[in-house]
């Protein structure tokens, strides 16, 4: 049974910083893309980073210089380093690999 389980979100201000991580077990993330989404409420999901099997990230502009997404592969986790975080950054955040998700890390950016 495949199971995503996302962790690291909290209240942090405009500026700051946080780590999201993405524990994978039942499947292997180093062989399979990992994708990270947000939703905001009222709002449609929306894809912020990629990392592919050979390590290869992709942002949308919205997020691009800002949010690094990296996988540590002994630990069979993925993370989402996010930066410079404005206030329409908060949504939940959650963790994609092929058909099966995460339940979501709540980001709340705001002074």
């Known amino acids: 049974q495949v199971q995503l389980v996302e962790s690291g979100g909290g209240l942090v201000q405009p500026g700051g910083s946080l780590r999201l991580s993405c524990a994978g077990s039942?499947?292997?993330?180093?062989?399979?893309?990992l994708d990270w989404y947000r939703q905001a409420p009222g709002y449609k999901r929306e894809w912020v980073a990629t990392?592919?099997?050979?390590?290869?990230?992709n942002y949308p502009d919205s997020v691009k210089g800002r949010f690094t997404i990296s996988r540590d592969n002994a630990k069979n986790t993925v993370y989402l380093e996010m930066n410079s975080l404005k206030p329409e950054d908060t949504a939940v955040y959650y963790c994609k690999c092929g058909p099966d998700w995460g339940q979501g890390t709540q980001v709340t950016v705001s002074s």
């Open positions: 039942g499947i292997l993330l180093s062989i399979n893309f």
């Open positions: 990392i592919d099997k050979g390590g290869i990230t």
